[in-house]
């Protein structure tokens, strides 16, 4: 009898397993821009998305992750679990502000901050995966950022408002989270 529980007990967690990689979500960026799925949304899913994140504020803690940056991986791996490929996603981010900080690479932060740069590997992800990041050349210029300072990635504006204007004009929808 008790071996009949055990053997029981034994295929119970092995499917309870197996359901649980079933309904396991599908990520471009991996390790940031965690999400729930919503099964059934009463709005649907646009196939296409055209966005740019306007992010201006950063943490007071220089050793966390900027909260809006995640808030753009986040959007990217939802998107792709509900099946818009990442072909049909044109995504830009424009970084500005206390945010300004968080482009700089990593010796540049270190000099600043006496730490890496938490940021530079959502930023390179993000970068890999076709988002356009663009820093405000008022915010590099006002605080002092060198073009050698920025992260190699990163395309410099004359200003958050000039980017925001031109990808506007270009059809991108604005999304603030800060």
């Known amino acids: 009898m008790k071996l009949y529980n055990i053997y029981s007990v034994f295929i119970l967690m092995l499917v309870l397993s197996h359901c649980s990689h079933a309904v396991e979500s599908k990520r471009l960026i991996q390790?940031?821009?965690?999400?729930?799925?919503?099964?059934?949304?009463?709005?649907?899913?646009?196939?296409?998305?055209k966005v740019v994140f306007d992010v201006y504020t950063s943490n007071d803690d220089e050793?966390?992750?900027?909260?809006?940056?995640n808030t753009v991986a986040r959007f990217l791996n939802m998107h792709f679990d509900a099946?818009?490929?990442?072909?049909?996603?044109?995504?830009?981010?424009?970084?500005?502000?206390?945010?300004?900080?968080d482009i700089l690479n990593h010796s540049a932060y270190n000099d600043r901050f006496l730490i890496d740069n938490p940021n530079a590997e959502l930023l390179e992800l993000l970068?890999?995966?076709k988002v356009q990041i663009i820093i405000c050349g008022q915010t590099a210029e006002f605080r002092n950022y060198k073009r050698d300072e920025i992260l190699d990635f990163v395309d410099v504006s004359l200003s958050a408002i000039t980017a925001l204007v031109k990808l506007q004009t270009k059809g991108y929808q604005l999304i603030n989270f800060n």
Do not use: R
């Open 31 to 49: 390790g940031y821009g965690q999400f729930k799925q919503v099964k059934e949304p009463d709005i649907k899913t646009p196939k296409k998305l």
């Open 63 to 69: 050793s966390a992750v900027n909260k809006g940056l």
């Open 83 to 101: 099946g818009v490929k990442p072909q049909n996603m044109q995504v830009a981010v424009i970084i500005h502000g206390a945010a300004g900080k």
């Open 127 to 129: 970068h890999k995966n």
